[in-house]
């Protein structure tokens, strides 16, 4: 997937594991690209993956609820 597919993927696992709303989830991946933690997703797009989405969406709701 591409970086910015990625990214919704990201918030879309966000509001479906943890219930919080849409606007909430894009907003927590947008402090957590601010904040350079997708910064690697860019430079290799290889790690876009489904497996790596569900890690990251753990890690940014975990930093950025």
């Known amino acids: 997937m591409t970086y910015e ?17 849409d606007e909430a989830a894009i ?15 860019d430079d290799d797009p290889s790690i876009c993956t489904l497996a790596r ?3 990251d969406a753990r890690a940014v709701y975990k930093k950025y609820q």
Not at 29 to 38: E, I, K, P
């Open 5 to 21: 597919e990625h990214l919704d993927e990201v918030s879309t696992l966000i509001t479906e594991n943890y219930g919080v709303s």
């Open 27 to 41: 907003a927590m991946v947008m402090r957590a690209q601010a904040d350079d933690f997708f910064s690697g997703h």
């Open 53 to 55: 989405a569900h890690q």
